[in-house]
């Protein structure tokens, strides 16, 4: 089991910056990869950006060049730095972790913290 806690949302205006962070219950070292999805109203789950154990990333188009994603695996946390905001990056965040086995497949999600781009 893993407990995933989000922090660093909130309320920015267009053109701004915020970063999230979300600490992990235990060592990130196990994990195959982390990262961060989003959930704007009446749209579907959407990832953002992931790490691999390996240190590769993977970024939506639509944040390419304006999102970082970093892990700081002496803090079991992986970050988001979101820079260049728009309001259609307003969504929920949620962490995400993936564990795997030689036989199955885990999903690990945060609670979820508000990111609302607004002027």
């Known amino acids: 089991q893993v407990h995933l806690v989000e922090s660093g949302g909130g309320l920015v205006q267009p053109g701004g910056s915020l970063r999230l962070s979300c600490a992990a219950s235990?060592?990130?070292?196990?994990?195959?990869?982390m990262g961060w999805y989003r959930q704007a109203p009446g749209k579907q789950r959407e990832s953002v950006a992931e790490?691999?154990?390996?240190?590769?990333?993977n970024y939506a188009d639509s944040v390419k060049g304006r999102f970082t994603i970093s892990k700081d695996n002496a803090r079991n946390t992986v970050h988001l730095q979101m820079n260049s905001l728009k309001p259609e990056d307003t969504a929920v965040y949620y962490c995400?972790?993936?564990?795997?086995?030689?036989?199955?497949?885990?999903?690990?999600w945060g609670q979820g913290t508000q990111v609302t781009v607004s002027s």
């Open positions: 995400w972790v993936l564990v795997t086995t030689t036989r199955q497949r885990y999903d690990y």
């Open positions: 235990r060592n990130i070292f196990s994990f195959n990869a």
């Open positions: 790490v691999t154990s390996g240190g590769s990333t």
